[in-house]
């Protein structure tokens, strides 16, 4: 029988067995990475369908790596040299029943699948997710690093070559030939089996604690036309609550207690109550209806009530609670003699034929413009910030969320724009913008969609106190 393999060895057969894998499919990795290349770049020119098929094939670039490579290190490890074969149809079918059981439902648009609560759908879906995202992360680093080891060693090739000619030195040759040693290669694929693990560690760092590790953000936001009366005045905002397996009532009944603890004045809700599931309606509603502020609560519609049908039943369910939500519709806020102008209107997204969404947009805005009251403060819900590039609109402050930090996967902290949202061409990702005198902030959201994961994107509890001026 053979032994147990101690803790080096696990290291060096994955070393072994990746790198060797690596280099045998680096022609066709390259090609479909050239592949997803030409595709953003096209796609940058705003076709979003375009970059989804970019992220596709880097995905299945990914794939075909990660699984040859776990076959690999199982053909090494396991006692009795099974054929290979054998292992590539128990790793398939196992991939298989993941990928299918958290992905069921092809299909246009959010419409993934209704929420399934059991513990093994939890369970399963999370271990997708997981490797979902720790293999793309752990691919893209893989590559990164390859590519920089193959410009290290081509670009020492043509010194060595170029030295050669001129001066017949021999010096050059020596480190061409150090950069090609053993020991070296040794190293960088270690290094290589180190850098690549990072991702899946990170990956489960943000399923199981970044996900639900609530950061209360305290923005002040100037006003020029704000009022006396109204200088301090405190609006929390909760953005992409996301009702869910994975955003239970109980995260959201804490973030509750967190907002009403700030003590605002006013607390504005922007869109996406639910996940994918209508019956979740009534649960989170009945868990928003906790909210307290003295001036109320508000809210706007997100993407997802209109995805699943649900825009008219939720904004009477939260009618009986108290909270108001505003649907191409004005709430003037007054404190003594002045006027704060609270404006919500739907989101421009649904499942529709474009022509539609196009004309229900136009209609949107001619309701917005009559809307906005003149010589006031005027501050906007809009679940995605569609109108704040239109100019002359006179609204001073967009609340907004929808891209949950740059698409719940972000790297801001090493690069501005590094995220998931910037790559697939977002304009606005987190924080405060500012455009020709108005602004727009862009909550971070508390929920999850997708991919159960948040990585360099906490979810966000965001405190704006309204100050006068410039
Ligand atoms: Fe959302």
Not at 48 to 56: E, P
Not at 181 to 210: K, N
Request: glycine share 10%; hydrophobic share 50%; with cysteine.
């Amino acid at each position: 029988m053979k032994p147990m393999l101690g803790f080096v060895e696990w290291i060096k057969a994955l070393e072994f067995a990746g790198y060797r894998r690596f280099v045998a499919h680096w022609r066709a990795i390259i090609l479909l990475l050239i592949l997803a290349l030409a595709t953003f770049l096209i796609a940058h020119a705003d076709f979003f369908g375009l970059s989804l098929f970019a992220l596709l094939l880097f995905f299945i670039a990914s794939q075909l790596f990660w699984i040859g490579r776990t076959l690999d290190v199982a053909e090494r490890l396991i006692s009795g040299k099974p054929r290979r074969a054998w292992l590539a149809i128990v790793a398939g079918l196992l991939y298989s029943f993941l990928f299918l059981y958290s992905y069921p439902e092809w299909g246009l648009g959010h419409v993934i699948r209704a929420a399934d609560y059991r513990p093994q759908s939890i369970l399963i879906y999370a271990i997708f997710w997981w490797w979902f995202v720790g293999s793309m992360l752990a691919f893209l680093f893989v590559t990164a690093f390859g590519a920089a080891d193959r410009a290290a060693c081509g670009a020492l090739w043509l010194y060595r070559k170029a030295r050669m000619a001129r001066h017949q030195d021999s010096t050059a040759a020596d480190a061409h030939a150090a950069l090609l040693s053993p020991s070296r290669r040794c190293f960088l694929e270690r290094t290589a089996v180190l850098a690549s693990a990072t991702p899946f560690v990170a990956a489960g760092y943000g399923l199981l604690y970044e996900r639900q590790n609530v950061e209360i953000v305290r923005q002040s936001v100037r006003l020029a036309r704000l009022p006396k009366a109204l200088e301090g005045f405190h609006i929390v905002q909760l953005s992409d609550i996301h009702i869910g397996p994975f955003t239970t009532a109980d995260y959201i009944r804490r973030c509750v207690a967190i907002t009403n603890g700030l003590q605002p004045d006013l607390i504005a809700l922007t869109g996406d109550y639910v996940c994918w599931d209508p019956e979740a309606q009534d649960e989170v509603v009945g868990v928003l209806a906790g909210l307290r502020a003295p001036h109320g609560v508000f809210g706007c519609l997100g993407n997802h009530e209109a995805d699943v049908e649900i825009e008219a039943s939720i904004t009477h369910l939260f009618a009986a609670h108290g909270i108001r939500i505003l649907r191409q519709e004005r709430a003037p806020i007054r404190l003594q003699d002045d006027v704060l102008n609270l404006i919500g209107i739907d989101d421009g997204g649904g499942v529709a034929p474009a022509d539609v969404l196009q004309a229900a947009g136009q209609r949107r805005l001619q309701q917005l413009k009559a809307l906005v009251m003149p010589n006031t403060v005027n501050i906007l819900l809009e679940h995605y910030p569609g109108t704040f590039d239109l100019d002359d609109l006179g609204i001073d402050l967009t609340l907004a969320g929808d891209i949950h930090g740059g698409g719940q996967l972000s790297l801001d902290f090493v690069h501005r724009g590094l995220n998931l949202g910037s790559l697939m061409g977002v304009p606005y990702i987190r924080g405060l913008y500012e455009k020709g005198g108005a602004q727009l902030y862009m909550n971070r959201g508390i929920g999850i969609t997708g991919f159960p994961i948040r990585l360099g994107a906490r979810p966000e509890l965001t405190l704006l106190e309204l100050v006068r001026g410039v």
